[in-house]
């Protein structure tokens, strides 16, 4: 059975840095590229990261550029989103899904999702 976990959610302060999980069962993560989006309440999904299959191409929306890093750990079927510098604004519900071997912005187009993990931005 495909699957993807997502982990790594909590409470944060602004400005704090936390590390999400996306781990797959039933597939091979690497032989697929894996996007990272979020969803606030009362707002349309956002796309923010996406690492394509073989790790050749990464890919940050400008919301987070520069404090995001996403990556992949090929031993332990999983992908990372390394969040730092948190803000205020961000507190969501953070997914990850997974398509063909390309990164692409329409979200219709990812095949499997994760249930989320929230994501909470307070003092």
């Known amino acids: 059975q495909v699957q993807l976990v997502e982990s790594g959610g909590g409470l944060v302060q602004p400005g704090g840095s936390l590390r999400l999980s996306c781990a797959a069962s039933?597939?091979?993560?690497?032989?697929?590229?894996i996007g990272w989006f979020r969803q606030a309440p009362g707002k349309e999904r956002e796309g923010l990261s996406c690492i394509s299959v073989s790790n050749v191409n990464l890919y940050y929306s400008d919301s987070v550029k520069g404090r995001f890093t996403i990556s992949r750990d090929k031993s332990k079927n999983t992908v990372y989103l390394q969040m730092n510098s948190l803000k205020p604004e961000e507190p969501a519900v953070y997914y990850c899904?997974?398509?063909?071997?390309?990164?692409?912005?329409?979200?219709?187009?990812?095949?499997?999702w994760g249930q989320g993990t929230q994501v909470t931005v307070s003092l």
């Open positions: 039933g597939f091979t993560l690497d032989y697929y590229a």
């Open positions: 899904a997974t398509r063909g071997q390309l990164c692409v912005n329409r979200q219709e187009e990812y095949n499997y």
